[in-house]
């Protein structure tokens, strides 16, 4: 199975500063035909996880541009430009390439 | 509105059986894959299961291998997880998501029916 490793594991952010959390995974998830099958999910407080980047890059639909996402192969990292109050629960990475989908540990931000 | 509503969840004693519903509603579902990622209380996620478009292809985490049986009714637009067998670590909230193909990536979930096996 890919291990997926998570860093920090806690992130308190101020305000309208920015955040970044790095994912590594244990094997390359670059398919061959260019695609790194890796995701972010942001799991709010009392909700369900919503998907905030897929394919290591592509801001899902409605997704502040305040998220981007980069890196290729086994390091991945999600980056908040500017961190808002909104923003605050655990992200998660998960890599798609091979069964089983396998999950990082997740990430809590909160605010300062 | 694309929405997934999941039932069935509550208290099952150990080696029981549990059956977990996901109505759909807002989309077409016979269109899309779906699957089961379950959650242990203040734990991180877990990927249970995936079926196809179809029903025709269906896959497992090890853990639930031979104990949980995934399956769907594209004409009652509704997604089922079976469950048997159950053990205390599968304990969890069961969250029904729509699953993209291509891309490999949950773009819709439910609120999640909580599981507890306990006796």
């Known amino acids: 199975d890919i291990v997926m490793t998570q860093s920090p594991l806690s992130l308190p952010v101020t305000p309208g500063e920015p955040a970044s959390i790095s994912c590594r995974s244990s094997?390359?998830?670059?398919?061959?035909?260019?695609?790194?099958?890796l995701d972010w999910y942001l799991q709010k407080p009392g909700q369900s996880p919503q998907l905030l980047i897929y394919?290591?890059?592509t801001r899902a639909s409605g997704v502040p541009d305040r998220f981007s996402g980069s890196g290729s192969g086994s390091d991945f990292t999600l980056k908040i430009s500017r961190v808002e109050a909104e923003d605050v629960g655990v992200y998660y990475c998960?890599?798609?390439?091979?069964?089983?989908?396998?999950f990082g540990q997740g990430t809590r931000l909160d605010i300062k | 509105e694309e929405e997934l509503l999941e039932s069935g969840g509550g208290l099952v004693q150990p080696g029981g059986s549990l059956r977990l519903s996901c109505a759909a509603s807002?989309?077409?579902?016979?269109?899309?894959?779906m699957s089961w990622v379950r959650q242990a209380p203040g734990k991180g996620l877990e990927w249970v299961a995936n079926?196809?478009?179809?029903?025709?292809?269906?896959y497992y985490v090890d853990s639930v291998k031979g104990r949980f049986t995934i399956s769907r009714d594209n004409i009652k637009n509704s997604l089922w997880l079976q469950m048997s067998s159950v053990r205390a670590g599968d304990t969890a909230v069961y969250y029904c998501?729509?699953?993209?193909?291509?891309?490999?990536?949950?773009?819709?979930w439910g609120q999640g029916t909580l599981v507890t096996v306990s006796s």
């Open positions: 998501a729509r699953y993209r193909i291509p891309g490999n990536y949950f773009d819709c």
């Open positions: 807002g989309f077409r579902f016979s269109n899309y894959w």
């Open positions: 079926i196809k478009e179809d029903g025709s292809e269906k």
């Open positions: 094997q390359s998830l670059l398919h061959s035909n260019g695609n790194n099958y």
């Open positions: 394919l290591g890059s």
């Open positions: 998960m890599q798609a390439l091979q069964s089983p989908i396998t």
